[in-house]
Structures are given as C-alpha cells and as structure tokens.
C-alpha cells in the first residue's frame, strides 16, 4: 500500500505561483512513475505532469514552460511548481503514483487562479 498526502493548494492570482507537495508513505524511488493529474468541474481527470523514476520528465502540451515537476527521495517527496499561473488552471490537483503494477490517488488539493 501507498499512502500519498498533498499540501499546498489555495487561491493565487493570475500570473501568480504555486507550489504542491505530495509525500508518499514509500521511498518514492520505489514507484515506477509519480506525477500529477487535475479535474476541474465538468471536466475529465486530466494528466498534467508526470516523473518516470528517477527523473524522466512529461508534460502536458498545456503546462509546458510554465510548470516543473521533480521529485526529493530524502523526503519522499514530489513537488509541482507551477508558474504563470491562468484561471484555466483551476482544478483539483491529484498526486499519483504507479508502483508494483498499481495505481495510488491523493485525496487532492484545490487550486484556484482567479482575481
């Protein structure tokens, strides 16, 4: 089992930044991949960024330059720094992780952008 926590969600301002945590209960180099994916309201779960262990990077065709994603094994720790914030970037952020052919969730953490 894999527990994930995420921290660091709120209300930003357009061109505003955030930073997103998730810290998982395993040494994260113990997953294959990690990343994050975001929902907003009546939308479909989306894939946003992603690390392949120990630091092969993906993104999203609409995050790309503005958010970066990576990851600290001594705090078993994924971070999303995300920059440049836009108002379409509201959603609930979930942190992921794919370990031993499974797949874990984060409970999620709201980001808004918004004036």
């Known amino acids: 089992q894999v527990q994930l926590v995420e921290s660091g969600g709120g209300l930003v301002q357009p061109g505003g930044s955030l930073r997103l945590s998730c810290t998982a209960s395993?040494?994260?180099?113990?997953?294959?991949?990690m990343g994050w994916y975001r929902q907003a309201p009546e939308k479909e779960r989306e894939g946003v960024a992603f690390i392949t262990m120990p630091s092969t990077t993906s993104y999203a065709d609409s995050v790309k330059g503005r958010f970066t994603i990576s990851a600290d094994n001594t705090k078993n720790t994924v971070y999303l720094q995300m920059n440049s914030l836009k108002p379409e970037d509201t959603a609930v952020y979930y942190c992921?992780?794919?370990?031993?052919?499974?797949?874990?969730w984060g409970q999620g953490t709201q980001v808004t952008v918004s004036s």
């Open positions: 992921y992780a794919f370990r031993s052919g499974q797949v874990y």
């Open positions: 395993v040494s994260i180099f113990s997953t294959r991949m």
